[in-house]
């Protein structure tokens, strides 16, 4: 039903990526089915701490809650925003992702047969974990009688008091909490995208590896290659300080081999051969499960840009490779056009947790 109240007050919505060295929040808009930027701001955590917004102690992700709500505050001060509804993402290397496999039932059976399976399934007590999931394959129904494939995803209840604490101090109103790679694939992937597809993000602490098909997450897994460790070994391989790295880096990439871009590409080539074989082998683990081939890579993360890096996957991996603007299908002042472009990459995950809130 067509509501004219809603071209006068629009929806608005907060997504903010609570990144370990970045954090970025993104308001949209929405009238009609026009989706609008009306804000957005980044804050690199060097700016105002000596330290990141998350740390690893015994293995166990530690958030500065207070820190990071600051952060938020002084971004939404910076750009004036007003909106205060929000979702937060979460690392996908905080969250557990498994497939598994039920026989037919119907939907009022369904979440005890998953919380039942994914005992054996979750390295953690279930009572300290938070269950969602998901039907990728199969239908429920009293009637169909097909197996069910899940796919399972847990988070501890740690993080997950944590990021409401971030977000009561800062006075957000918490929509939800989503694992990153389900922001990344609302605002990358179109609803015509039937193909399985690969997104790789290559984010400042971890690279993420994911295949999707149909919208929905088949498979993810993250691994130790990150933009940051690509810096360091720049770094101390010729030896100068870090922010120098970076913009060689960023200048360079792997796409000249004379002079200093030929250094900086002897030094980066093995890191990225890590990050394609890491990543072939999640592929081979989809085909031999599913028989069916990836057919596209989209490139996600601050990395994607790097000089050089799509063509190179594209040789590699004898594929398709994209870098996706999360920007495109949002309406925005044409002034910031390269502005955007040159940002997309790193900021599709805060794009997606903003769009989540028009699905409520």
Known sequence: MWNPFEFLFPKKFLGIDIGTSYLKVVELSKAGHQ?????????????????????????????????????????????????????????DFSTFFTNIELPPMTREELPEAVRAEARSHIPLPIGEVTLDWQVIEGEVSDTKKTNLKILLVAVPNEVINQYQRIA???????????????????????EEEKRPISIIDIGARSTTCSIVEKKKLKISHSFDMSGNELTRMVAKSLNIDYQEAENLKKKY??????????????????LIDVIVRESERIFNTFSSTERKEIQKVILTGGTAL?????????????????????FTRIFYPPILE??????????????????????Y
């Open 306 to 326: 790097l000089p050089g890096l799509k063509d190179y996957f594209a040789k590699k991996f004898k594929k398709e490779v994209e870098v996706t603007n999360p």
């Open 253 to 270: 990439g792997i796409s000249n081999v004379e002079g200093k871009a030929g250094e900086v590409k002897e030094v980066l080539l093995p």
């Open 338 to 359: 390269k502005t955007l472009e040159n940002l997309g990459p790193s900021y599709a995950i805060a794009v997606g947790m903003a769009l989540r809130g028009f699905e």
């Open 168 to 190: 009561k101090i800062a006075d957000l109103e918490l929509i939800a909490l989503e694992a990153e790679v389900f922001g990344l694939i609302r605002s990358l992937v179109d």
């Open 35 to 91: 989706q609008k930027l009306e804000n957005y701001g980044t804050l690199q955590s060097s700016v105002i701490y000596q330290k990141p917004f998350r740390t690893f102690e015994k293995n166990t992700l530690v958030l500065s809650s207070e820190d990071i709500a600051r952060a938020i505050l002084a971004i939404i001060k910076e750009t004036r925003i007003k909106t205060r509804a929000c979702t937060l993402s979460i690392p």
